[in-house]
């Protein structure tokens, strides 16, 4: 076992994207058998798949944390149960308002022990592992950064938009919106639903603190942010496999993952860009993530080629602004820094004085 745990902590990016593929692709069986057989009962292990990024980076955090425990079991508890309850109606009113799945009492318990994992994932931010905590915070912390908040929950939107017009001016699409029941406060409740469903399952709880919060900063450490798009552009789509083939995509054709890796990049760049800005925030980086996926549900007969041009050009203008391609200082918030070890004990005896 030491052995292994040295090999974590000298390896700490290997084994969370090893870790990360082991939990999703060891499970990734559960989304075909939800999304096409009707095997309910396999949600929970469908939720652990999705939270892999998430679940590594934390299990590797504490492995190489050299810090004793602090703080209270007591407020890691509440906020575990604080979280299981918010993830369990955020769940709920996405089932009911957004699927129009029918309430029940048995939904409700399911459900509640369902969203465990990602009640989980949310209450490290309050573990009693210093290095875990520190890692996670940020998902929480909203201090100094309320306008790249901002920035991440308006950014992909008014790309669409852009993108729309533009399509409009260029006479190739005839653009339809989706249709919903609901107006006015109505239709606005629905995006709220949606967009904190987005969040909460699964783009920052299981995604953004394992890509963006974990593997980052450490790239960030050795390489430039731009090599570091790169690097997590690799992997990020991959890690998609078996959604997308659960989804019906064709997953098995190379021209499906060219055009995957190429339209994922800029979003890679912007997110990456994001993070980086609001001094390594997860919770911007989520922010982001769950916007973007919002708008797609509410846009979804985009001119996708005009689309993909439009975010890929935002992304240059982000590259070029910022020098992407150098690297950033040591200090920067969004560069890893291993924690400082734990003071040794002093065992050095104070000689008494003999009366």
């Known amino acids: 076992m030491g052995k292994v745990t040295d090999w974590i902590k000298q390896h700490q990016l290997s084994a969370f994207f090893g870790i990360t593929f082991a939990i999703t692709g060891g499970l990734g069986f559960s989304y075909d058998a939800v999304t096409n057989r009707g095997n309910e009962l396999l949600i929970p292990l469908a939720v652990i798949a999705t939270c892999g990024p998430a679940l590594a980076g934390i299990l590797v955090t504490a492995v190489i944390n050299t810090q004793p425990r602090q703080g209270s079991r007591r407020i890691f508890w509440i906020a575990f149960f604080a979280a299981w309850a918010v993830s369990t109606l955020v769940f709920l ?7 129009e799945a029918p309430f029940s009492a048995g939904m409700v318990v399911f459900i509640f022990v369902a969203v465990a994992p ?12 210093p290095s875990v905590k520190r890692y996670v915070s940020s998902l929480l912390r909203l201090h100094s950064i309320w306008r790249w908040n901002l920035m991440a929950l308006a950014l992909i939107p008014i790309l669409i938009l852009i993108s729309i017009r533009i399509s409009n001016l260029l006479g190739r699409h005839a653009y339809i919106a989706h249709r919903f029941t609901a107006t006015n406060l109505g239709l606005i409740g629905l995006v709220v639903v949606k967009f904190l469903y987005q ?3 699964f783009n920052a709880t299981g995604e953004e603190i394992g890509w963006r919060g974990f593997a980052l900063p450490r790239m960030q450490s050795i390489i430039s942010p731009l090599a570091a798009c790169l690097v997590i552009n690799f992997f990020w789509p991959l890690w998609h496999f078996f959604i997308w083939k659960a989804e019906g995509s064709s997953v ?9 890796y190429l339209e994922l990049l800029p979003a890679t760049v912007t997110i990456n860009w994001l993070y980086n800005r609001s001094k390594g925030s ?3 980086a989520g922010l982001a993530h769950a916007a973007a996926n919002t708008a797609f ?18 992304a240059l203008v ?8 150098k690297k950033l200082p040591p200090g920067h918030p969004a560069v890893y820094k291993p924690a400082e070890p734990a003071a040794e004990p ?3 005896l104070t000689p008494s004085v003999s009366t």
Request: glycine share 0%.
């Open 252 to 260: 098995f054709s190379m021209d499906y993952w060219i055009q995957k």
């Open 118 to 129: 990602v009640a989980f994932v949310i209450s490290m931010a309050f573990s009693r592992i």
């Open 318 to 325: 982000m590259m070029l602004v910022d020098r992407m391609w």
């Open 93 to 99: 009113a996405n089932n009911i308002y957004i699927n």
């Open 346 to 348: 002093d065992t050095e």
């Open 297 to 314: 549900a509410f846009f979804p007969n985009l001119d996708w080629q005009v689309y993909n041009w439009t975010t890929a050009a935002a």
């Open 199 to 201: 969040f909460f399952f």
């Open 282 to 284: 997860i919770l911007t």
